[in-house]
């Protein structure tokens, strides 16, 4: 079956510190994958999303390269913010043909807070 | 446009008693996904709907909870009886296309089963 494996938090950070998140997968076919943030109080948004091996997804500082030799898609950001503290999800998807049938798995989220 | 609306943003009940959750998804979004969210056990697909018709319905936590979509534009989640361990955020997500596609999701729903 899929699977997402994500660093387990939390993780505390320093304003302007080197953020990585690492993530790595199981998939049958061809996944797409995608970093999803929660803010306290809110629902799920996309942060960023690459759907074939080699991309790179970015927003708002972030990045991730989907790497097909080493099933990764880690998370990473130069210089993080006080308001990047949230919790951090990797998720995968991948669809099967007839019926609009895709199976869309989620790692156990990573909490990230950042000190001033 | 405003987004996945979900009703009501916080839901106190008893065990035993009936709990209506509601979503609207995103005009024109074909897929419709409902989560639950707890502590232990992370995030959870419980089922999804394409074009108003059930998917996949195998997150289901058991038949005390069932789930409808009646037309494109709202869905509902049911729980009945509701029991303490029913107590979680549950969202309610949409998304244009498959796959590949961005799921876009509500605030949420959070239940407390007392």
């Known amino acids: 079956g899929n699977s997402v494996t994500q660093m387990e938090g939390p993780v505390t950070l320093s304003e302007e510190a080197f953020l990585t998140i690492n993530c790595t997968y199981t998939a049958t076919g061809y996944p797409s994958l995608f970093w999803y943030v929660q803010y306290p109080g809110e629902g799920l948004q996309l942060l960023l999303k690459?759907?074939?091996?080699?991309d790179k997804g970015s927003n708002k500082g972030f990045e991730a390269t989907y790497r097909k030799e080493t099933t990764s898609f880690h998370l990473e950001k130069g210089s993080v913010q006080v308001s990047d503290s949230a919790v951090y999800f990797c998720?995968?998807?991948?669809?099967?043909?007839?019926?609009?049938?895709?199976?869309?798995?989620f790692g156990k989220g990573t909490k990230l807070s950042v000190i001033p | 446009d405003a987004g996945v609306i979900q009703s009501p943003r916080h839901e106190v009940t008893e065990m035993g008693q009936e709990v209506t959750l509601r979503c609207k998804p995103i005009s024109g979004h074909d897929y419709l996904f409902w989560y639950r969210q707890t502590m232990m056990r992370g995030l959870e697909l419980l089922i999804y709907?394409?074009?108003?018709?059930?998917?996949?319905d195998s997150g289901m936590p058991e038949d005390r909870f069932s789930a409808k979509m009646p037309n494109a534009s709202f869905s509902t989640l049911k729980i009945q009886p509701s029991e303490p361990r029913d107590s979680a955020v549950y969202f309610c997500?949409?998304?244009?296309?498959?796959?590949?596609?961005?799921?876009?999701f509500g605030p949420g729903t959070r239940l407390t089963v007392l």
């Open positions: 997500a949409s998304s244009f296309d498959w796959s590949t596609d961005t799921q876009y």
């Open positions: 998720a995968l998807s991948v669809g099967y043909s007839g019926a609009g049938s895709y199976q869309l798995t």
């Open positions: 709907f394409n074009n108003n018709v059930p998917i996949d």
């Open positions: 690459a759907t074939k091996a080699d």
